[in-house]
C-alpha cells in the first residue's frame, strides 16, 4: 500500500501546475484524500480534501478559488489543479487517504489520516 505524489517543480507566480497522487496495493476510491503542505519552518497545513463517497470538496481559505482538486478512478489518483500560484505557495505538497468521510472540522487534520505518500516540492519564484 503505497502513496505518491508527483508533479511539482519551479514555476513563475500567476503559473499553473497538477499534482498527481497515485495508488497502489489499494483503491483510491474507498478512500478520503487529502492534499497538505509544509514550508520550510512551518507546520504541515491541510491544503484540501475529496470525499469518496459524495465528491464533497473542502479548501484552505488561502487556496479557494485557485486550486481544485479533482479524481480519476480509472487512473487510480487524485489531482490537484492550482493555478494563479504564489510565491506563498512555496511548500512541499503530500497527499494522505483516511478511511471515512471527512468533514469540516476534520479533514485539515494531520492526525486525521492513516496514511501518507511522500511529498513533491513546488517553488513558486520568478
Known amino acids: 500500500v503505497q502513496l505518491q505524489a508527483s508533479g511539482g517543480g519551479l514555476v513563475q507566480p500567476g503559473g499553473s501546475l497538477r499534482l498527481s497522487c497515485a495508488a497502489s496495493?489499494?483503491?483510491?476510491?474507498?478512500?478520503?484524500i487529502g492534499w497538505f503542505r509544509q514550508a520550510p519552518g512551518k507546520e504541515r497545513e491541510g491544503v484540501s480534501c475529496l470525499s469518496s463517497s459524495d465528491g464533497s470538496t473542502y479548501y484552505a481559505d488561502s487556496v479557494k478559488g485557485r486550486f481544485a482538486i479533482s479524481r480519476d478512478n480509472a487512473k487510480n489518483a487524485v489531482y490537484l489543479q492550482m493555478d494563479s500560484l504564489k510565491p506563498e505557495d512555496t511548500a512541499v505538497y503530500y497527499c494522505?487517504?483516511?478511511?471515512?468521510?471527512?468533514?469540516?472540522?476534520?479533514?485539515?487534520?494531520?492526525?486525521?489520516?492513516?496514511?501518507w505518500g511522500q511529498g513533491t516540492q513546488v517553488t513558486v519564484s520568478s
Open positions: 496495493g489499494f483503491t483510491l476510491d474507498d478512500y478520503a
Open positions: 494522505a487517504y483516511h478511511f471515512g468521510e471527512p468533514s469540516s472540522n476534520s479533514w485539515y487534520r494531520v492526525a486525521w489520516y492513516d496514511d
